[in-house]
Nanobody, 124 residues
């Protein structure tokens, strides 16, 4: 069993930055790929980025490519999402998830474990 806890969400102005953290605990926690999803009001949850268990491979959806950066520190069991140049359309609840593959979309696979989410609101 693996547990994930997100933090770092909040209110930020358009053009600003935030860093989300995903703390991972539980058995074999450093061997899982981790991804970030987001769910905007009235919309489905969408996969935006993922990182291989050893950090060697990453994937970004077009909507965040060049603005967001995912990284992980297995020494402290944390995955980070640095978000720059934020836009109002980035407003959503952000979830981290753990699974077998760093691509957690139709090409990859469905994650096994989920965090509870953290709210990010970008004001224009």
């Amino acid at each position: 069993q693996v547990q994930l806890v997100e933090s770092g969400g909040g209110l930020v102005q358009a053009g600003g930055s935030l860093r989300l953290s995903c703390a991972i605990s539980g058995r074999a926690r450093s061997t899982y790929a981790v991804g970030w999803f987001r769910q905007a009001p009235g919309k489905s949850r969408v996969f935006i980025t993922g990182i291989h268990w050893n950090g060697q491979f990453t994937y970004y959806a077009d909507s965040v490519k060049g603005r967001f950066a995912i990284s992980r520190n297995n020494a402290n069991n944390t995955v980070y999402l640095r978000m720059n140049s934020l836009k109002s359309e980035d407003t959503a609840v952000y979830y981290c998830a753990a699974g077998q593959t760093y691509r957690m979309d139709d090409v990859g696979g469905t994650p096994v474990y989920w965090g509870q989410g953290t709210q990010v609101t970008v004001s224009s």
